[in-house]
């Protein structure tokens, strides 16, 4: 009577041991499929869900060595500013060049100029703002130079406006000169430091962007180191006060006040349009790196290499000018009345004291008013990573549409 129960268990242990065994082969096989796949999410985030994309605070992090870079060179793009065009004017090293943006905890994918095209298809990218935002233009266009260049299609020659057409996809790309965003005219061609006195009309609109703004898709605004000159400040149409301006009976202002009301009055021009419907950005507060003086009395940018985080402290007026930016953007989103949007590259920006033109954005004897250039960026160069951001979050504002 012992026997077929003994049997019966042996028979049970026999089919417990294969099916122990297959289980095992079909891990062993399927292994390296899984730890493919995750090989190959954690390279390129795209195949990432919207939430986590979302979740990703691409603006901390690092700068770490980019072996792939530049992705275009002064030969290659026409599109750069002469004084942003180092190579041209001999600048000797380019290791800055070698460098990519690296989030924390996330990883930012490169600029894809193909995927960029695509997404902004019939659509108007317009950037308002002052040099450092046509800086900012024109690595864009350089670095779209891979699939296509664009066809000027502005209505004047000047500098004040320019569009540019991509014609295979219907891309319009535009910029508005307003380095101060607001109404202004230039009062003294020379002024007190001999880099003009103008009037700044701190609650007008500046029509010539504002008013032109309707059929736009993706709105960049920023305005940086203009604020420092000598102005005389409009509020209701009467003197409020000014800026190092020397003039007798006035109130002398710190700049960070005409600052702060200039993007207020912005903001107010931007949430006011009815027929706005696109998505409107700051570009936040781009540091300059002057050392050893100010911009006027030699000052002069000549490290060689980023900082790491802890070496960059974001303070003084520094802080006091990022912070305005984005206290004024807080309330203009608070409306709710626009697809507000921020683009915060002011840490990274802070930790490239390598990146600037310095004397090599025109030729030594050349009689310039900012001869050591700490304000603008190298196209090739450091700013090229601001397309990478805005790419992630016009990527996230596709998903949302």
């Excluded at 935002?133 to 406006?161: A, H």
């Excluded at 020397?246 to 002398?252: E, K, V, Y």
């Excluded at 960070?256 to 006011?272: D, I, K, L, P």
């Excluded at 920006?349 to 090599?360: A, E, V």
Aim: hydrophobic share 35%.
């Amino acid at each position: 009577m012992e026997l077929p129960v003994n049997k019966t268990i042996i028979n049970i242990a026999i089919l417990l041991s294969f099916a122990l065994i297959l289980i095992s082969l079909i891990r062993i096989i399927n292994y390296p499929v899984l730890q493919n796949t995750y090989n190959a999410a954690s390279v390129d985030r795209t195949n990432m869900s919207d939430n986590e994309e979302s979740s990703c605070d691409i603006f901390s992090g690092e700068w770490v060595p980019d072996p792939d870079a530049p992705y275009y060179t002064n030969k290659t793009c026409w599109a750069i500013h002469e004084h942003q065009n180092c190579m041209k004017y001999g600048r000797p090293d380019t290791d800055f060049l070698k460098w990519k943006w690296k989030p924390d905890g996330c990883d930012l994918p490169a600029f894809n100029p193909g995927q960029f095209l695509r997404m902004v298809r019939n659509k108007t990218m317009a950037f308002v703002g002052d040099s450092v935002g046509r800086n900012q233009m024109q690595s864009i266009i350089c670095l779209l130079s891979k699939v296509e260049y664009p066809i000027d299609d502005s209505p004047e020659t000047d500098e004040q406006f320019k569009r540019w057409k991509y014609s295979n996809y219907n891309f319009t790309l535009e910029y508005f000169r307003s380095p101060f965003l607001v109404r202004s005219e230039e009062r003294d061609s020379d002024g007190p430091t001999h880099t003009g006195l103008f009037n700044l009309y701190l609650d007008e609109f500046d029509e010539s962007w504002t008013s032109h703004i309707d059929s736009v898709d993706y709105l960049i605004l920023s305005a940086d180191h203009w604020f420092t000159r000598p102005a005389v400040y409009y509020e209701d149409g009467r003197v409020a006060g000014c800026r190092f301006c020397r003039l007798p009976n006035m109130t002398d202002l710190p700049s960070a006040y005409a600052y702060r009301r200039a993007f207020r009055t912005a903001f107010r021009a931007v949430n006011g349009r009815r027929r706005f419907g696109g998505a409107a950005f700051l570009r936040t507060y781009a540091p300059s790196h002057f050392e050893g003086g100010l911009w006027n009395e030699g000052g002069d940018c000549v490290r060689r290499r980023p900082f790491r985080s802890e070496e960059a402290v974001l303070e003084g007026v520094n802080l006091d000018m990022y912070m305005i930016g984005l206290e004024e953007f807080r309330a203009a989103e608070r409306e709710g009345r626009k697809r507000w949007r921020l683009l915060d590259t002011t840490q990274a920006t802070l930790m490239r004291p390598d990146g600037h033109p310095s004397r090599y954005g025109h030729w030594p004897n050349e009689n310039v008013t900012l001869y050591n250039d700490c304000v603008h960026w190298c196209l090739p160069g450091p700013i090229d990573n601001w397309a990478q951001m805005l790419q992630h979050l016009i990527k996230l504002e596709a998903t949302k549409d």
